[in-house]
């Protein structure tokens, strides 16, 4: 069964940082495609970055430069460190993993934005 936990969101000021934090309980974690996605308030929900097995990685335009996504695959986690934050950075934040035969989603974390 998997699990994914995310954690570090919370209320930031425009032009801050915060780093998101997503911990999985699966086995050979690394092997799989890790992602960040976001739904903002009346949006649909967005792919934010991605990360393969490979340590690959892809940008949405809106975030690149100013988001990076890592993982660590004995940690067993994957990590999103946002810079620059914007008011349009406001949403909840999901981890995906993205398996074999399906994907799975953690509950998210919430990232407001505001002064």
């Known amino acids: 069964q998997v699990q994914l936990v995310e954690s570090g969101g919370g209320v930031v000021q425009p032009g801050g940082s915060l780093r998101l934090s997503c911990a999985a309980s699966?086995?050979?974690?690394?092997?799989?495609?890790m992602a960040w996605y976001r739904q903002g308030p009346g949006k649909e929900r967005e792919m934010v970055a991605r990360i393969g097995n490979d340590q690959g990685t892809i940008y949405a335009d809106a975030v690149r430069g100013r988001f990076t996504i890592s993982r660590d695959n004995v940690k067993k986690t994957v990590s999103l460190d946002m810079n620059k934050l914007r008011p349009a950075d406001t949403a909840v934040y999901y981890c995906?993993?993205?398996?074999?035969?399906?994907?799975?989603w953690g509950l998210g974390t919430r990232v407001t934005v505001s002064s």
């Open positions: 995906k993993l993205i398996g074999w035969h399906a994907d799975y």
């Open positions: 699966v086995d050979r974690f690394s092997s799989y495609p």
